[in-house]
């Protein structure tokens, strides 16, 4: 346990106690699930107005709408980006039997890619047709990337730190990362992490869209995500958000609570190579100092839950920085081709497939896997779940600007 300065490294192991979302898949962990080991899809037509005149016109939205859950008053308050947050928060915190901890050693990690875009997007439209007297007083504090973090450290009450991540679509393992610093640095015993995104609106659709990295399968949306197989033409963006919580494990034996996997090992590197391709250099750096922290070996690793958006060039980097870093031994599988790209919040639904991997057994399919790129050699689940025991599973995220983290998890003590 770290003395009252908090610079005692800890060498207790770091549990997942704690589990919680909303996704296109489903409004909780146990519907999401679910639907991954189905083989599912969140992704459907976009029905807003503003759609119909945009060369993509799918996404992966929301289960279940925000509104449907929170509370009517305190919803108006908040960006969805926040809400979704809070509402996976919430059900992690739960999960977690709301362990009772003082706020000086409970801190949240929610990273995010864009905050709240909706807000900022909708507020400015607001100010140009209405006047500056029509814009919400609360637009500040729901724009704010740091809103979703800051919101529920509100609600939980911790005061070591309330922390934003923002690495792209790195961002939801990034701050997961964070979380297990913060324990083994002995600043604090419980850390609620994650990422949250939404961002569904015509400026970024129309951004991705002209810079061609889109799919434009319109008329097959369930189709449209398809990660390593050779006709995948681009991602689909999702929201939605993925909070785990993170506790020293001789805390969580105090009080017996019962854990989900352990988070053994976590890296963070930085391509400094270009604002929006990927190079396999820093991924591979990511994923063997990943592995090394946790005191295995590349052969250890038995699941790779891919970052795999279904772009063409950055499905291949990514496989062979897998077979560089890792081999070609591992299952593999790619649940964005369920849920679409959460950007920020992707990251942290990796992390949660990847724990739900370990605790259950089963390996989610690859949806639309229908012929493998011959370029990827790795081991890629397609058709159905995958069941068995697994030993170490590895889950990668990467993001525009070269962020790579990569997360390794073993089956619970």
């Not at 908090?6 to 704690?18: D, F, K, M, Q, S």
């Not at 250890?300 to 496989?319: F, K, P, R």
Request: glycine share 12%; charged share 20%.
């Amino acid at each position: 346990m770290g003395t009252a300065n908090h610079r005692t490294l800890v060498a207790e192991p770091v549990l997942v106690t704690g589990l919680g979302a909303t996704t296109p898949l489903g409004g909780d962990v146990a519907s999401t699930w679910a639907a991954m080991l189905a083989g599912g899809s969140g992704i459907r037509p976009i029905e807003a107005d503003w759609a119909a005149g945009m060369p993509v016109r799918i996404a992966g939205q929301l289960a279940v709408e925000p509104s449907e859950v929170l509370d009517r008053v305190q919803a108006r308050r908040l960006d969805r980006c926040e809400q979704v947050a809070l509402i996976a928060a919430r059900e992690a915190w739960a999960d977690a039997g709301a362990p009772e901890v003082d706020g000086e050693r409970l801190a949240v990690v929610i990273g995010t890619g864009t905050g709240g875009a909706l807000t900022m997007l909708g507020q400015d439209d607001v100010l140009e047709t209405s006047g500056v007297r029509k814009v919400s007083p609360h637009t500040v504090p729901m724009l704010m990337a740091n809103g979703p973090a800051a919101w529920v450290s509100i609600e939980l009450g911790a005061r070591a730190g309330a922390h934003t991540p923002v690495s792209a679509c790195a961002s939801g393992a990034e701050a997961i990362a964070l979380g297990l610093d913060l324990i083994r640095l002995g600043r604090a015993d419980v850390v609620v992490a994650g990422g949250a995104e939404a961002c569904i609106c015509p400026l970024p659709m129309a951004g991705f869209s002209q810079a061609r990295a889109h799919s434009l399968r319109n008329d097959e949306p369930g189709r449209a995500s398809r990660p390593f197989d050779v006709d995948r033409d681009g991602f689909v963006i999702g929201e939605g958000a993925a909070v785990v919580v993170l506790e020293r494990a001789g805390f969580a034996a105090a009080r017996r609570a019962r854990a989900h996997a352990t988070l053994v090992g976590a890296a963070v590197t930085s391509d400094a190579h270009h604002i929006t391709a990927a190079a396999a250099e820093g991924q591979v750096r990511a994923m063997r100092r990943a592995v090394a922290e946790a005191g295995l070996a590349p052969r250890d690793i038995e699941l790779v839950h891919a970052h795999a958006t279904s772009t063409q060039l950055g499905d291949l980097v990514e496989a062979e920085s897998v077979t560089e870093a890792i081999g070609e031994h591992p299952a593999v599988t790619a649940t964005k081709s369920m849920t679409g790209h959460l950007f920020g919040a992707a990251g942290a639904i990796g992390a949660l497939a990847t724990v739900l991997a370990l605790r259950d057994g089963a390996v989610p399919p690859t949806r639309n896997l229908e012929t493998q790129d011959p370029a990827v050699k790795l081991d890629v689940v397609a058709g159905g779940a995958r069941r068995g025991p697994l030993g170490a599973a590895l889950t990668n995220a990467f993001g525009f600007g070269g962020h790579n983290a990569s997360l390794v998890f073993t089956p619970a003590p």
